[in-house]
Structures are given as C-alpha cells and as structure tokens.
C-alpha cells in the first residue's frame, strides 16, 4: 500500500493563480481532510469529508474548495491564490468504522509558495 | 476551540535522558492521540489513549490522561538523537456533530543531543 500520497511536493504561484493540489489514499478510509501548518500555528483544519460526496468546513476554509467524488481521491483547490495562503498543506485520511478510534494517516505534504 | 496546547514549546535534552511533554485541553473527548513530525515530513502516529484509560505504554513511551484535569502527558525514556522532531497532541471530540475532527495543539518541538 502507498498509503497517503500528495503531489505536486512543491508549488510556487503568483498571485491570482489557482492550482489543485492531489490527495489519493489507498487504504479505503472513509474520513479525509485537509490540513495547513503555518510556524508556530501547529495544524489547522480546511476542509474534510467523512465519505464519497459528503464535504464540510474545518476552521480555515476561506479561499478553498473540495470535493469528493471517489473514496480515494480529496483534491484541494485554490481559487485565487493569495500570499496568505503560503504554507505547507498536508492531506490525512482515516478509517471510521466500528472499533476505529480515528487514528489519522498523514501525506508528506505540499510546500506552497504564493509571490 | 477543542484545540489542545502543548507545554513546552521546546525542550532540549542529552541523549539518554528522559523527556515529558504535556497537553492541555479544553471539553471533553474521546480519545486523545500523539503524532509525532520529523523536519519536512508528515505526521505520524504514535500512540492513542482513550478517555476511560490512564496510562498506556509502547516501547520507550509512556501516556497518561487525567480527564478531571483535561491533561495528558507523553514521556519518552531514554532518548535517543533520533527522537529529535515536533510532538504533537491532537484530540477526538465526544461524540457529537464534530465527530471525525482532531484538533491539533501547536507542538513541542525535542532535540535530543548525542
């Protein structure tokens, strides 16, 4: 198994720009979401999705869309990027069936750049 | 906000010695969770505590969760330069309309030097 797998590792924007960044996981998990780790800020949620076609707001959704057509797949798009929105993204995905405890499983992360 | 805060922020030991982080939460949860970041990586796991248990141990680490003082503690003994990374608490929300959402504290970042 590949486990939690995110490309591209590393993105630089301008401005305005908008890019989708991939989240693919291949251990049939129920539960994905979306994280933003700025220095000092530890983890903050964007988005998740407890199933295929179910989404939700996390804390920091602004400037921000998902969607979920497939278990495996819980793209991130980036509507008009903004420097705020410079930070390192992680995608994590976990089993919710009975006897889970929600043990997250982490993607190495995207490195974004907004100029 | 559920988010747990991690004390302290930075910790610096020798290798051999032990090292104790501590979380603090806010309401109540069902489980809490330590993950554990190497520079430039994604998270991992490393050990669950559900609310109805004290402490729990795997291999060098030890957790304790004290639900009346909505704490919880991780020490790693006899640490290595290898354990040298950020730890994180992260907790579960009581079953509710949160459920499936950890809140993450903002991490003790270790160094461990040989």
């Known amino acids: 198994n590949a486990g939690v797998t995110q490309t591209p590792k590393f993105q630089v924007l301008k401005t305005g720009q908008s890019m989708t960044l991939q989240c693919a996981q291949d251990m049939n998990h129920e539960y994905m979401s979306w994280y933003r780790q700025d220095p000092g800020m530890g983890l903050r949620l964007i988005h998740y999705s407890v199933g295929a076609g179910i989404t939700d707001q996390g804390e920091v959704p602004n400037g921000y869309n998902v969607s979920r057509s497939t278990t495996e797949d819980f793209p991130l798009r980036l509507l008009s990027a903004a420097p705020s929105q410079t930070s390192v993204y992680f995608c994590?995905?976990?089993?919710?069936?009975?006897?889970?405890?929600?043990?997250?499983?982490f993607g190495p992360g995207t490195r974004l750049t907004v100029l | 906000s559920q988010q747990g805060e991690e004390d302290p922020q930075a910790l610096s030991i020798q290798e051999g010695e032990n090292a104790t982080m501590n979380c603090s939460y806010k309401?109540?949860?069902?489980?809490l969770q330590w993950y554990r970041q190497n520079s430039g990586r994604g998270l991992v796991h490393l050990i669950l505590i559900r609310s109805n248990e004290r402490e729990k141990h795997s291999g060098r680490l030890r957790v304790t969760l004290d639900t009346s003082k909505k704490s919880s503690s991780l020490l790693i003994t006899a640490s290595r330069a290898a354990d040298t990374a950020s730890y994180f608490c992260?907790?579960?929300?009581?079953?509710?309309?949160?459920?499936?959402?950890?809140?993450f504290g903002r991490g003790t970042q270790l160094t461990v030097w040989p």
């Open positions: 309401t109540s949860i069902n489980n």
């Open positions: 992260a907790t579960d929300a009581e079953r509710g309309s949160t459920l499936g959402r950890l809140y």
């Open positions: 994590a995905s976990s089993f919710r069936g009975l006897g889970s405890y929600n043990e997250q499983f």
